[in-house]
């Protein structure tokens, strides 16, 4: 029988790991560009590779999402509606829905609630685990519906998925009433995330942190100030962003490492491109430190949120 991992008192590295201070600005597509800018950033970016990269990502990780990652996303739907006002009655857009929980909540407070993916294979899960709730295939940057057509909006981890988050921002703007509601989350920066920091540490000690080669992501929504400045860009009023603070529950070290693998694109794409070698070396140093979050039915792992929401002027 093989030995458990020995821990050689290791550390979270969060000042040596390059990706902590990732700030990709001029190169993205977070914010509004001058037409300069959006040249010279077409030489670096490219807006249809993030959208297929992402497209066939979560084509592949809609199977393993509910049991994986929906886990880490799933406790912060009730803090986004609430900042979201969602009410009985209201008409409300659930984007980049992915198995549609947030969209069943909406229904749940009396809502009548729509839930768009550009994922087939999400909204056909969508579909089968809210039999009740309507779910729409669509592109957060090309919405399927007429101006003024819901009273909110709400994207729970969808928005920095989108190659081009300030379009599907004015999207969202587009598809609102003056007055409506625009409501979304992303994740803190991995500095700030256990549940990354783990992973990136692990890789930084045995793999490589540069291995895979995915393109750059559409912007970095990190801090407040990231998603104050997208709703501002925009139009919206009344903007307002806070970090939401949640724990990530997983039964054993090793849910931790495939609810990556398996349940989200980017950060599965950094563990696939490992060299095969490393990756039990890797799983072993999450399992050592992961240890300090330890409860007695398994592990509660902290993870911070950033919830931005406006209101359409
Ligand atoms: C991390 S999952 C979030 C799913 C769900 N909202 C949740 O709370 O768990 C990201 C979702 O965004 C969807 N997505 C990514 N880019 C999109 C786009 N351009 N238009 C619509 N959906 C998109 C993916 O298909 C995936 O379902």
Redesign the pocket.
């Known amino acids: 029988m093989p030995s458990p991992p020995t821990c050689p008192g290791a550390t979270l590295q969060i000042d040596k790991n390059p990706f902590y201070g990732e700030k990709l600005t001029g190169k993205t597509c977070t914010s509004l560009h001058s037409r300069a800018s959006l040249r010279s950033m077409a030489m670096t970016f490219d807006p249809e590779a993030v959208?297929t990269f992402?497209h066939a990502g979560?084509q592949r990780a809609a199977r393993h999402y509910l049991a994986t990652?929906?886990e880490a996303?799933?406790g912060f739907a009730g803090d986004l509606l609430d900042a979201a006002r969602v009410e009985a009655g209201m008409r409300v857009l659930d984007?980049?829905?992915?198995p549609g929980f947030?969209s069943a909540a909406i229904a749940e407070r009396g809502a009548q609630s729509v839930g768009?993916?550009?994922?087939q294979a999400?909204v056909a899960l969508a579909r089968a685990e809210n039999p009740r709730v309507q779910f729409k295939e669509g592109?957060?940057?090309r919405l399927p519906f007429d101006d003024g057509s819901f009273d909110v909006v709400v994207a729970?981890?969808?928005i920095h998925?989108?190659p081009c988050p300030i379009r599907a921002l004015r999207e969202a703007y587009r598809v609102l009433p003056p007055d409506g509601r625009v409501a979304f989350t992303a994740w803190a920066a991995p500095a700030e995330n256990i549940a990354w920091r783990l992973l990136y540490d692990a890789i930084s000690a045995h793999g490589d942190l540069a291995a895979a080669e995915t393109p750059p992501p559409g912007g970095s929504l990190h801090l407040p100030d990231d998603l104050l400045h997208l709703l501002d860009g925009v139009g919206f009023v009344e903007n307002e962003a806070k970090r939401v603070y949640r724990e990530w529950r997983v039964t054993a070290a090793r849910d931790l490492l495939e609810g990556f693998r398996r349940g989200t694109v980017r950060t599965a794409a950094l563990i696939d491109a490992q060299p095969a070698a490393a990756l039990p070396q890797i799983e072993a140093a999450i399992a050592c430190d992961v240890s300090a979050y330890r409860r007695s039915d398994g592990f509660a792992v902290p993870i911070v949120a950033i919830l931005g929401s406006g209101v359409r002027s």
């Open positions: 959208r992402e979560w990652f929906a996303t799933r984007l980049a829905c992915g947030v768009l993916d550009f994922s999400m592109d957060a940057e729970n981890f969808g998925h989108v």
